[in-house]
């Protein structure tokens, strides 16, 4: 068996692995809060996360893969107040979107994890363990809210590289008068409507943190090999789940904790309100999911990512050239390196998953790598089985423009027609942005409509 080394946040360095049962891997990956659809970011995290699952497997290990589904959230129950005019309607919001992230996981060859848990399934473990953190005084009530009390960890920050006294209060942290301290983080919500639950504190809903050390518990034990997640969750959700974590069992919740890169779009944060947002379901549209793939892993997971439809272009140029070199290759049913080139090539997978230093390498040699049988299905078999690709070339999708281009195309063509150059100059290029070329009618053709 390879030796495998992963980057571990909490020391900030390569470390190999080492289990801690003699090969078998715990892996808890946090999951989605379905309230709308998967976008770009999700992807990277759940495909970086993938690969990992799938290449413990070729390695030989057994891996126990458990991934959450926050299915009650605040922000869950406003799009029931907002779609149906009713909290209660959570469960169908919820259900909705889960369905169309498990189809789009499908499409992208993500695998299912071995679990799947439900935060509104365990609400009873989740309050026998707030219950446990107050009776041994790490956590406190007050007036139908409990939080946790970070004073009672002395370790608090380690993870995020933070000093709790420097902190700023606000940006991710909400304050409250309620609090002892300003960095004290809620385990249970107050809440009287119908999105909530019976607890020995009053009605109210599990916040966010105290899910996953619960969830993680119930389906790997107490202490876990791999805990893992996007960089946007190391503070204050995985700090938080750290220290609450280890004043429920005494002992650390992970060996190591890893944590993939941003997703940046155009050099800019990925947001709804700068119309940057990229769900899946509109991307695959124009893209096939396995160019999406591809663009994801060719960059390593812990280097941000800027994403444009002009790295998608260049990726679906090197995807199917793979495609073209590899796809009929035969498939091995277990790869043992016996090339010096496929031994380097799995040294890149087990350096830290560095993927486009194995896409370099195969690129370099793709000519003899094709020329030899043996090195041939190698690689088939690692773009497939490892890296997760379908290997069948793209087909070119019917191309499905999205409702907003479609608003901004005829905004244009209103300032066309009223000669406003500048604003249509403008709007061509929000639209070139969002990947798609314009062929102007004459003007002539306008003025008669």
Not at 157 to 164: D, E
Not at 259 to 265: D, E, G, K
Request: glycine share 4%; charged share 25%; net charge negative.
């Amino acid at each position: 068996m390879f030796s495998i080394s992963l980057y571990n946040t909490i020391t900030a360095k390569k470390e190999l692995l080492t289990t801690i049962k003699d090969s078998r891997v715990k892996m808890y990956v946090c999951g989605i809060t379905p309230y709308d659809y998967t976008h770009i970011g999700h992807a990277r995290c759940y495909v970086t996360f993938d690969v990992l699952y799938r290449l413990l497997q070729s390695l030989g290990y057994t891996v126990i893969y458990a991934r959450n589904i926050t299915d009650i959230d605040d922000k869950i129950v406003r799009k029931a107040q907002e779609l149906y005019d009713d909290a209660g309607a959570y469960e169908r919001v919820a259900d909705q979107f889960i369905e169309t992230f498990h189809h789009d996981m499908a499409r992208l060859r993500c695998l299912s994890p071995t679990y799947e848990p439900c935060v509104t399934h365990s609400i009873l473990p989740i309050i026998g363990a707030i219950k446990q953190l107050i009776n041994n005084g790490y956590a406190y009530e007050v007036d139908g809210n409990v939080y946790f009390d970070i004073t009672k960890y002395e370790q608090y920050g380690k993870l995020s590289k933070q000093n709790p006294d420097e902190m700023q209060v606000g940006a991710r942290v909400a304050v409250s008068e309620q609090k002892r301290n300003p960095l004290d983080f809620a385990l249970w919500k107050c809440d009287d409507s119908a999105a909530s639950f019976q607890s020995p504190w009053g009605n109210g809903r599990p916040a966010w943190h105290i899910e996953c050390s619960v969830l993680a518990q119930e389906c790997l034990g107490t202490l876990i090999d791999i805990h893992g997640g996007g960089m946007d969750l190391l503070f204050p959700h995985h700090e938080n789940e750290r220290a609450q974590s280890y004043m429920l069992h005494g002992h650390e919740l992970a060996r190591y904790w890893m944590h993939n890169a941003f997703v940046q779009v155009d050099q800019e944060k990925m947001s709804k309100s700068e119309g940057n947002f990229y769900t899946l379901r509109d991307l695959f549209a124009t893209y096939d999911p396995m160019v999406v793939r591809y663009m994801l892993l060719r960059h390593h997971y812990r280097s941000p990512l800027d994403f444009s439809h002009d790295e998608l272009k260049e990726a679906s140029k090197a995807y199917k050239r793979l495609c073209r070199a590899f796809s009929n290759a035969e498939k091995l049913v277990n790869i043992t390196p016996k090339t010096d080139r496929i031994q380097k090539l799995y040294e890149c997978l087990c350096d830290d998953m560095n993927l486009p230093a194995l896409f370099g390498l195969i690129f370099k040699h793709i000519d003899a790598l094709q020329e030899d049988a043996y090195e041939a299905a190698a690689v088939r078999t690692l773009l497939t089985d490892v890296c997760g690709f379908t290997l069948q070339m793209p087909a070119e999708p019917e191309t499905h423009i999205p409702e907003e281009v479609q608003a901004l195309l005829y905004q244009r063509e209103q300032a066309r027609k009223q000669r406003d150059w500048q604003k249509a100059d403008e709007l061509r290029e929000e639209i070139e942005k969002r990947g798609y070329n314009i062929q102007d009618r004459p003007l002539s053709e306008l003025d008669k409509e």
